[in-house]
């Protein structure tokens, strides 16, 4: 059966398990230790989570009341079980892609509004503003299904500031496939993860893509196939200047 659109977020999907499988196995080796993070397109935040062990602050974002209050849920019932004593630091907030950049709290013209005349428990705080700054670590786990939101997802980390050293999306995707007849023969398809590949391989953009190999330990019950990938994505700034890494050679932009 397929999952109506509007109930994606309420499910747990393999790709989130790739993704806590990959963080939980870095952790062991001190990475991501205080660090500032955002899991994009959050659903369960089952990545976030997973950060949320050794990191200073984590912010669970997606779109929908019905997936944050879910999320704001999760967080009552697994807070206790990580561990720490700061239990303020993993937060739902409300987090639009397609909006432009002066509307979206992580770009650098953002413009914060104080006339909300209907606040909401997910509205992003001066103080979460203020930690966007330090962020180093986005997640984003089977959010790749819809070109316009991919689209969208990467308009999103442009217009995000530069400053930050080594910061990076893990990005972990399931490839859906159709059949496709091109006149000869019929063949596999994923149309989604070839219109991700345009982005971070081939089109000019800023990005440094690199696969991430999954020969870490499976700590979650699911089925690690070839259909599953994991992506580290970065930009690259070299002496204040923008530059892009395609395959072995270096772009000014």
Known sequence: METELHEVGLQLWRGALLLGDFIL???KNGEFKDVVAIELGAGIGLSGF???RTAKRVFLTDYSD???DNCRRNIDINDCTLNRDDHQHIFARRL?????????PLSSSYESTTTCTHPSPYDWT???IRCLKECQIFLAADVIYDDVLTDSLFQLLKSTPRGVPGRKLYLAMEKRFNFCFDGT???????????LMRHIKGDGTIFEANQVDMDF???F???RGPDLELWEISCMVIDGTMHAHIGSQLFNL
Not at 96 to 104: G, L, M, R, S
Not at 185 to 195: G, I, K, Q
């Open 96 to 104: 639009d892609w397609t909006v432009e950049p002066e509307h979206n």
């Open 25 to 27: 196995d870095r952790q």
């Open 185 to 195: 023969e019929a063949r596999l398809y994923s149309a989604a993860h070839e219109h």
């Open 50 to 52: 997973c950060m949320a």
């Open 126 to 128: 001066p103080e979460d």
């Open 221 to 223: 019950e699911y089925e």
């Open 66 to 68: 019905e997936v944050l």
């Open 217 to 219: 330990p499976m700590r």
